[in-house]
T-cell receptor, first 114, second 109 residues
């Protein structure tokens, strides 16, 4: 079991460029999440998907879009990157009763926008 | 407004002592609370979950308490070791989960 995998691990973008962060889980979990983590700000939820076919905004959704491609995969897209989106991005998943179970996190993507 | 606070950004303790980390919240009524450990450059890892009707939960050297009247959870690591040095995050069982900013614990040999 690989758990939660994220690609890429590192990325440098120029302002205005677009990119998609990929996330996949092999635990048959229903729920998946995208967070960003900045120094002094903790983990902030960008978007989440409680089940295949549904997505909801989190605390900081502006500038991002998501796609729950199937039960395994949940991608995060930056359409026009800005320096304020420089951060570490974590994908997570959880299964069973909604939100009661522990969240499993991926290794993170470190994104720098110049 | 809703707020979740972890007592301090950083905590230093001597090896062998008990580390106590605090998580306070306002304007939430979580059904449960979770604690996670995060090492530098890695994603958080789940440690413990405690429900609102549970006063205390233990796992090896870890103990968590949950006081819904005080709106507070305490996380204890007994007989602390340098390997326990990490950032510890509390998360409220709201919909969706809400994370605190974390406390960076350093255990000094």
């Amino acid at each position: 079991n690989a758990g939660v995998t994220q690609t890429p691990k590192f990325q440098v973008l120029k302002t205005g460029q677009s990119m998609t962060l990929q996330c996949a889980q092999d635990m048959n979990h229903n729920s998946m999440y995208w967070y960003r983590q900045d120094p002094g700000m903790g983990l902030r939820l960008i978007y989440y998907s409680a089940s295949e076919g549904t997505t909801d905004k989190g605390e900081v959704p502006n500038g991002y879009n998501v796609s729950r491609l199937n039960k395994r995969e949940f991608s995060l897209r930056l359409e026009s990157a800005a320096p304020s989106q420089t951060s570490v991005y974590f994908c997570a998943s959880s299964g069973g009763t909604r939100y009661l179970n522990e969240q499993f996190f991926g290794p993170g993507t470190r994104l720098t926008v110049l | 407004s809703q707020k979740i606070e972890q007592n301090s950004e950083a905590l230093n303790i001597q090896e062998g002592k008990t580390a106590t980390l605090t998580c306070n919240y306002t304007n939430y009524s979580p059904a449960y609370l979770q604690w996670y450990r995060q090492d530098p450059g890695r994603g958080p890892v789940f440690l413990l979950l405690i429900r609102e009707n549970e006063k205390e939960k233990r796992k090896e050297r870890l103990k968590v308490t949950f006081d819904t009247t005080l709106k507070q959870s305490l996380f204890h690591i007994t007989a602390s070791q340098p390997a326990d040095s990490a950032t510890y995050l509390c998360a409220l069982g709201n919909t969706p989960l809400v994370f605190g900013k974390g406390t960076r614990l350093s255990v000094i040999a």
